[in-house]
């Protein structure tokens, strides 16, 4: 079988040393992008400068293309059960073994395996992506003999929602980079959609789901920052301020759009960690790939040993499916559709003034 062959080839695993420096890289760089995004958010002058517009682009380009990407997966995630994988619990020895040559039983949802002496790819042995358990990089798992690192959460209760959440609260950041208007707006529903987001998160950021205690501090911290700065951000929406006291030099609502501006950088920016680090252990496989001519593959080649036994695996998946599909609904069908009527309410309403 695939997972015993697997112990002679060149491993890229998730735990490896090199591996989880990379992923800390990729943390202190989502950092420093939130940094970076902050001052736009606090004073627009400079950003309106070339250097400023370009890093504003670079700013949106990422959050589109972490949006894009991560959807793409819903494919998956939603899909049918044999779309996605098994978990340590429904892992069958039967099914995973090497199929025979000439059998033909293994069609349409096989992915051929690392090779791990180099030879022709076309020669391996092809297995069915059910047995690998569940993947981070699950689209290229399905279009290319891709492998990437074990994740133990449920593709419905978790992933899915997770990135549909995470998809359009990135969307609506890139979106107000562009026109710094929408963020009056968006505040409300954008700073609700980051509090679920964090709040959904937290139950994956603790072991057993991440044994690696600096990972374990990273993504609980994002989780954690993401739910309290957007709940922050709601009172101030939506309580009332203290007058303004004689000695104050700025007045409440001024202080009220610096801090709102603050907290939309923190809540667009956080959800990127994730995205950053997979983007950094896709860079280092595909270097690996065309070094060496085949794909890495992980330490091993059965479902992550918690998979099938966390939180969200003991959720309702029929519960998440129904959230996922009114979200999807109501968010992106219902505001789509309610951001073209306002968008021709006020081009009919600029035609109806007469010129002067």
């Known amino acids: 079988p695939l997972h015993r062959r697997a112990g002679r080839a060149k491993t890229l695993a998730m735990s490896s040393p090199m591996v989880q420096a990379l992923m800390g890289v990729a943390t202190v760089s989502a950092m420093i992008a939130l940094a970076v995004a902050i001052p ?3 004073t627009d002058k400079w950003w ?5 517009v370009a890093l504003k682009g670079f700013c949106f380009g990422c959050l589109v293309v972490l949006a894009s990407w991560n959807t793409i997966k819903l494919y998956w995630y939603m899909g049918p059960e044999y779309a996605v994988a098994a978990t340590s619990l429904t892992w069958n020895e039967t099914r995973c073994s090497d199929p025979p040559e000439g059998d033909a039983s293994f069609t349409g949802n096989e992915t051929i395996s690392s090779d791990p002496d180099g030879a022709d790819l076309d020669n391996a042995t092809v297995i069915d992506y059910w047995c690998h358990g569940i993947e981070g990089s699950i689209s290229l798992a399905h279009w290319v003999p891709y492998r990437s690192g074990k994740i133990s959460s449920p593709p419905m209760q978790f992933l899915a929602f997770h990135v549909i959440v995470g998809a359009t609260a990135c969307i609506m950041a890139a979106a107000t980079l562009v026109a710094p208007r929408l963020r009056e707006r968006w505040a409300t529903p954008f700073f609700i959609f980051a509090f679920i987001l964090g709040v959904h998160t ?18 609980f911290v994002f989780a954690v920052v993401e739910a309290i700065v957007a709940a922050f951000a709601l009172f101030l929406l939506h309580s009332p301020w203290p007058q303004r006291k004689p ?6 609502s001024k202080r009220h759009a610096r801090l709102l501006k603050v907290c939309w950088a923190v809540c667009g920016f956080l959800p990127t960690g994730a995205g950053m680090a ?50 999807m609904a109501v968010v992106w069908g219902g505001g789509v559709v309610h951001e073209l009527v306002a968008y021709c309410r006020h ?9 002067r």
Do not use: H
Request: contains cysteine; proline residues 13%.
């Open 247 to 252: 000695y104050e030099p700025v007045s409440p």
């Open 202 to 219: 937290i139950p994956v950021t603790l072991p057993p789901v991440i044994q690696d205690p600096f990972r374990n501090v990273c993504f």
């Open 40 to 42: 736009y958010y606090a």
């Open 347 to 355: 081009r009919t309403s600029r035609a109806a003034i007469p010129l």
């Open 278 to 327: 997979e983007g950094v252990v896709l860079a280092m496989n595909a270097a690996f790939r065309v070094s060496n001519g085949y794909w890495p593959v992980p330490s091993t080649d059965r479902p992550g040993p918690v998979s099938g036994k966390t939180f969200y695996d003991r959720t309702s998946y029929q519960l998440f499916l129904a959230l996922s599909l009114l979200f």
């Open 48 to 52: 309106r400068s070339v250097p400023g």
